[in-house]
């Protein structure tokens, strides 16, 4: 006989799979995190540079601070998670990623709201996703974790779309970064306001200069 705890569990994880994959509607294919305008100036030509670039992103840049932001939304109240909301939409380099934030956010509070029927205030997308987790009392390393494996996946598969690189070496840089993943998501628990920052700036410049990029695919 099953145990409840164990279904528990299961169903868990079945909804984190849901939230963070790609059928899960808040358009992440779309958005490029600024990867697109570094592909194409020549700061990402192969994937040993790209496994280097998402590796940072992870570890020193936005990965990690949605990260932090994930786990402070979880224990916060309302009050504390709109002052969250507006510290994550200070700390983004740029109109471009505010904007793939909170359409993001938009998008994954809308439809956790319908699925749940929980009423789920939209912001920034790793505020929603603190808070729609606490809901459901899920947790939190698993949440953050699942997160940034969806978050890195994506951009994978942006720069298989984007460079001369194959799904096999794609999947290889992913399995890669399982590693980091964990890292910053155990770091995360333990990590308060004050750890938030980065020194992505190469990152951070691209996703500024991909606002004027022309032509291009993705909406960030």
């Given at each position: 006989?099953?145990?409840?705890?164990?279904?528990?569990?299961?169903?868990?994880?079945?909804?984190?799979?849901?939230?963070?994959?790609?059928?899960?509607p808040?358009?992440?294919?779309?958005?490029?995190?600024?990867?697109?305008n570094?592909?194409?100036?020549?700061?990402?030509?192969?994937?040993?540079?790209?496994a280097?670039w998402?590796?940072?992103?992870l570890?020193?840049?936005?990965?990690?601070?949605?990260?932090?932001?994930?786990?402070?939304?979880?224990?916060a109240?309302?009050?504390?998670?709109?002052?969250?909301?507006?510290?994550?939409?200070?700390?983004?380099?740029?109109?471009?990623?505010?904007?793939?934030s909170?359409?993001?956010?938009?998008?994954?509070?809308?439809?956790?709201?319908?699925?749940?029927?929980?009423?789920?205030?939209?912001?920034?997308?790793?505020?929603?996703?603190?808070?729609?987790?606490?809901?459901y009392e899920?947790?939190?390393?698993?949440?953050?974790?699942?997160?940034?494996?969806?978050?890195?996946?994506n951009?994978?598969s942006?720069?298989?779309?984007?460079?001369?690189?194959?799904?096999?070496?794609g999947?290889?840089?992913?399995?890669?970064?399982?590693?980091?993943?964990?890292?910053?998501?155990?770091?995360?628990?333990?990590?308060?306001l004050?750890?938030?920052?980065?020194?992505?700036?190469?990152?951070?410049?691209?996703?500024?200069?991909?606002e004027?990029?022309?032509?291009?695919?993705?909406r960030?």
């Amino acid at each position: 006989m099953v145990k409840a705890g164990r279904i528990r569990m299961s169903i868990d994880l079945h909804r984190l799979v849901a939230w963070f994959s790609p059928s899960f509607p808040i358009g992440a294919f779309s958005y490029s995190h600024g990867l697109e305008n570094a592909i194409e100036n020549g700061e990402v030509t192969n994937g040993g540079e790209l496994a280097s670039w998402l590796e940072a992103i992870l570890i020193n840049g936005s990965g990690r601070n949605d990260a932090i932001l994930i786990a402070q939304s979880y224990r916060a109240d309302d009050d504390e998670r709109n002052a969250l909301s507006e510290l994550s939409l200070a700390i983004c380099a740029g109109h471009e990623r505010q904007f793939e934030s909170v359409q993001q956010g938009q998008a994954f509070a809308k439809t956790a709201g319908e699925i749940s029927g929980y009423s789920i205030t939209p912001g920034p997308l790793p505020t929603v996703v603190g808070q729609v987790a606490a809901k459901y009392e899920i947790g939190l390393r698993e949440v953050i974790a699942l997160y940034l494996h969806s978050f890195v996946s994506n951009l994978v598969s942006t720069a298989i779309r984007l460079m001369p690189i194959g799904q096999t070496e794609g999947q290889k840089i992913l399995h890669a970064l399982f590693e980091p993943i964990e890292i910053v998501s155990e770091n995360a628990l333990n990590a308060c306001l004050d750890d938030l920052g980065g020194s992505c700036f190469l990152a951070d410049i691209s996703s500024m200069a991909h606002e004027t990029q022309q032509p291009r695919i993705f909406r960030t």
